[in-house]
């Protein structure tokens, strides 16, 4: 059977990696030493996909021509095509709760299905569907990554990392998203899980351990005790829409503040706005403060950032992160104190003023041993080979976040499943019928905390029956909740007296039905043959980009090595896979690199030489001296 | 009798089958499912160690290759496993059990104040009725819930000195296993510990509720 692959589908960044030798390890997706993945999937006018840093590039945006001019590039959303970013924010939402300031953002079609749905010119894509070219694209990526590495290896299997906090229609959203990729999802894991299993892996590591997962759209604080092997998480809590990218709003609304609304909002505006204010927040890890500038057409705004300012514009988050600890410590019927280490995930945990707030929380310094981008994705890979059996002991016992229960009598939530409970889990539950010959009964499934079911999230509705006509009170139906090791929600149902086993026709309330995904995988099946050609093109055309990139670099650096004719011949080459790059061809393209390839090999062995020599020379003068 | 969806042997129900070790869906007890006999009075440290034990032999982990209906099986047995844990492990859920094992419950709405708690209790009523109708945020609700959650401090201290009676009666019950009186004076423990319960979250909700506001 084939390798289980593990992958961090992020807001902001997304990562595969697998086992080598005993050892997680990320693969380069992106060409030399690029693991990350920018999730941000471009989609043309035409219906070509874009993903990763070269959709970024799509985004609309403002930029400065050589003469000065700032003109507007890119596409923006709607009849242009559009560049969908942190998609991974409206998974599993109903239209209805899409905020206003997304709408601003991105065209939606109808806003009254259980599924947010975004208007590309005549084509409409859910973010399942978004989420699955980012899938697709780590899969192709990894695919040939690998092959470069002289192996032959599909990707098939994988498990997905979720945040801790997600619920059923979230984690539902996640798997549509693998199947529609055409992966098989052997498991999702909570993402702090996942990061535990990465930290705890070689340590023989025992204890109560702390995951604090601030990244870019989500929030995580997982509290697990580690013992023999078994990691076993005791509380999780969190918000899945709470994270970098809010606090990059807010620096925005301070930059454009002096700028009228409909400024404000116009896309090539606000993108511009958001790429300088989330520059200048990671560049305020480093120093006390920076200057920050959005060249605007006729004039451009520019201030000044300070650490102080930032960390004053980013509390009111970092509150709420605190209080979700202290929520899930209490329901590890623990205390700070009792909490051994602290681990650090996620980009925004950079931020020195996180760094601060979570010392003073836990009263000890949180560790960040393994890179807080890479960790996430790392443990997905020792979760992955856990399941191919090869982790002996070791093992993962999660829980589900949110209380799961039914709508009762008065519109009360009776809790079936509480929060924080090990799965999988499951709970029966007896039913009956009210009137006389009642032949169905109707059931609300919700999930959330408050008492009332208007207060938490509809889960699915579904319907018992039919039932033979008797009266009131008679029938007796079992129901089995069952919550998997994926934290996903299954119904199952029989009739206490004949011992039939009941079909239940289960309706999400949100989300897609089974039929729809059907559907959408054989309109992608329609495609099938154009996308993979569309996508072995976008992969050539890549290789091309990094060989011309990197010969530009090195004839900058080593010019001198290269004499006349050689450099004439490189030029030619050079010339025609520039030409060919932005044509169809791929099989053109395909050999342009490789014949480039080839008439730069002496050169690249100068290189190497002098560098050698340099190094030798270099030697020397130190012993000499 | 259930049929292992391994190898096919049949068998009384087990957690994992007897020939080939691989989870059965059976439908098992709280006691049976970890495979101890039924009494009262547990080790908490060993009743971990085997719910490890166990779970690393039946979880769905181990059968992520397997034909689907063992991987069903496996997530069966394991949704047993857990559920039967979690029961043993709290002693009040432990004592419920046992008296639903008796044939026995708790009255539904179990209203009746603990006798000996009568005052305490109808103090912090009285404290909760008025944190309800003070205005929010006002000194008079800071100085309230402060006095509350003094009080709490005294609700807990009850609570764990019944939940310390209700193991004192466990050994009782074990000793004497055909005394179905000693199952009968669990009861009065069992329900003043959900009065107990159910007030301090009440507590804990009010005082909650006047840091939101
Ligand atoms: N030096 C830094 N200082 C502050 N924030 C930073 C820094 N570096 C990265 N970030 C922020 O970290 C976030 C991205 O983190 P990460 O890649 O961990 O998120 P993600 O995994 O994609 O998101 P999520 O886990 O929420 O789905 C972005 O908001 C980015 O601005
Ligand atoms: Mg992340």
Redesign the pocket.
């Known amino acids: 059977m084939s390798r289980i692959f593990g992958i961090?589908l992020?807001?902001?960044?997304s990562l595969i990696a697998a086992m080598e030798d005993g050892a997680p390890r990320v693969i380069a997706v992106g060409g030399s030493n690029r693991a990350l993945l920018p999730?941000v999937v471009a989609i043309a006018p035409d219906g070509a996909i874009t993903v990763g840093e070269r959709a970024i590039e799509m985004e609309p945006h403002l930029t400065v021509e050589r003469d000065g001019r700032v003109s507007a590039v890119g596409f923006a959303s709607g009849e242009y095509g559009a560049v969908i970013r942190s998609v991974?924010r409206y998974m599993g939402l109903g239209g209805d709760e899409i905020a206003p300031e997304d709408r601003a953002r991105y065209t939606f079609a109808d806003l009254s299905g259980p599924v947010v749905r975004f208007q590309i010119g005549t084509r409409v894509f859910t973010p399942s569907q978004i989420s699955a070219e980012i899938l697709r694209a780590l899969k192709d990526g990894a695919e040939r990554a690998l092959r470069a590495a002289g192996k032959e290896e599909k990707v098939e299997r994988v498990v997905i990392t979720v945040?801790a906090y997600f619920n059923d229609g979230q984690r539902q959203a996640t798997k549509d998203a693998g199947r529609l990729a055409g992966l098989e999802v052997v498991r999702l894991v909570n993402?702090p899980t996942a990061a535990s299993l990465a930290y705890g892996l070689n340590k023989r590591a025992a204890g109560n351990v702390a995951v604090f997962?601030f990244?870019?759209?989500?929030f995580d604080i997982s509290i697990l005790s580690i013992k023999e092997g078994i990691f076993e998480v005791l509380a999780t809590n969190g918000d899945t829409h709470l994270?970098?990218?809010d606090i990059?709003r807010v620096i925005v609304d301070w930059l454009l503040a002096e700028l009228p609304d409909a400024r404000k909002l116009d896309r090539h505006v606000w993108n511009s706005a958001r790429m300088a204010a989330?520059n200048a927040?990671?560049r305020l890890?480093d120093v006390a403060e920076t200057p920050v500038v959005v060249e605007l057409p006729g004039h451009s705004i520019r201030k000044h950032l300070t650490r102080d300012a930032l960390d004053q514009m980013a509390e009111p988050f970092l509150a709420r992160t605190l209080k979700r600890c202290e929520l899930a410590i209490a329901d590890a019927k623990l205390t700070p104190a009792g909490i051994d280490a602290v681990v650090l995930v996620?980009?925004?945990t950079?931020?020195p003023l996180v760094r601060r707030r979570v010392a003073a929380m836990f009263h000890k310094e949180p560790l960040c041993l393994i890179d807080?981008?890479q960790i996430v994705a790392l443990g997905a890979a020792v979760q992955a080979s856990v399941l191919m059996g090869m982790q002996g002991d070791m093992l993962l016992l999660d829980v589900v976040p949110l209380s799961l229960g039914i709508e009762t009598m008065g519109g009360v939530m009776e809790r079936l499943i509480h929060r924080n409970t090990t799965i999988p889990t499951s709970v029966g539950e007896g039913f009956t019928t009210a009137v006389d010959n009642q032949t169905h009964v109707d059931i609300h499934v919700l999930q959330g905390e408050r008492e009332l079911a208007k207060d938490c999230r509809s889960l699915a509705r579904f319907k018992l029956g039919p039932i033979q006509p008797q009266p009131a009170g008679v029938p007796r139906i079992e129901v089995t909740f069952l919550i998997d090791a994926n934290g996903i929600l299954n119904v199952n149902a029989r009739d206490e007296r004949t011992g039939r086993e009941h079909s239940v026709d289960v309706k999400p309330s949100y989300g897609l039905t089974d039929d729809e995904i059907e559907r959408m995988l054989e309109e992608a099946i329609d495609l099938g043959e154009q996308d993979l050609e569309e996508r072995l093109l976008i992969s050539y055309r890549n290789d091309a980009e990094q060989i011309l990139g990197a010969l530009r670099k090195q004839l900058g650096e080593f010019g001198a090595l290269v004499d006349g004719s050689e450099r004439a011949r490189m030029d030619e080459v050079v010339e025609r896979l520039e030409a060919a790059r932005t044509g169809t061809d791929r099989e053109l393209i395909a050999k342009l690199v490789e014949e480039l390839n080839e008439v730069t090999t002496p050169f690249a062995k100068r290189i190497m030489d002098a560098a050698i020599k340099l190094a030798l020379e270099k030697k020397s003068v130190e012993e000499l001296s | 009798m259930i049929e292992c969806p391994s190898c096919g042997r049949r068998q009384e129900p087990l957690l994992t089958c007897a020939d080939c070790g691989s989870p059965l869906a059976a439908p098992l007890g709280c006691f049976a499912a970890l495979g101890l006999p039924r009494k009262l009075a547990i080790d908490l440290g060993a009743l971990e160690r085997r719910y490890h034990e166990l779970s690393r032999k039946i979880h769905p982990d181990r059968f992520a290759s397997s034909a689907a209906p063992v991987r069903d099986a496996s997530l069966r047995a394991t949704a047993t496993l857990t559920r039967s844990y979690r029961t043993l492990r709290d002693p009040v859920a432990r004592g419920l059990y046992w008296l639903e094992l008796n044939g026995e419950k708790l009255a539904e709405n179990n209203k009746r104040v603990p006798p000996d708690l009568a005052e305490l209790v109808f103090e912090v009523q009285e404290q909760l009725a008025e944190m309800h109708d003070a205005p929010a945020d006002s000194d008079a609700a800071r100085e309230l819930a402060a006095q509350v959650v003094a009080r709490r401090g005294q609700l807990q201290t009850a609570m764990d000195a019944n939940v310390a009676e209700l193991e004192r009666n466990f050994v009782k019950c074990d000793q004497r296993p055909d005394e179905k009186m000693l199952t009968l004076q669990l009861k009065p423990i069992l329900s003043s510990i959900a009065y107990l319960r159910t007030l301090i979250r009440d507590v804990d909700r009010a005082v909650e509720n006047s840091k939101a506001a």
């Open positions: 961090d992020g807001t902001t960044n999730s991974k945040p993402e997962d990244g870019g759209g989500t994270g970098g990218d990059d989330e927040k990671k890890t996620g980009g925004s950079r931020m807080p981008d």
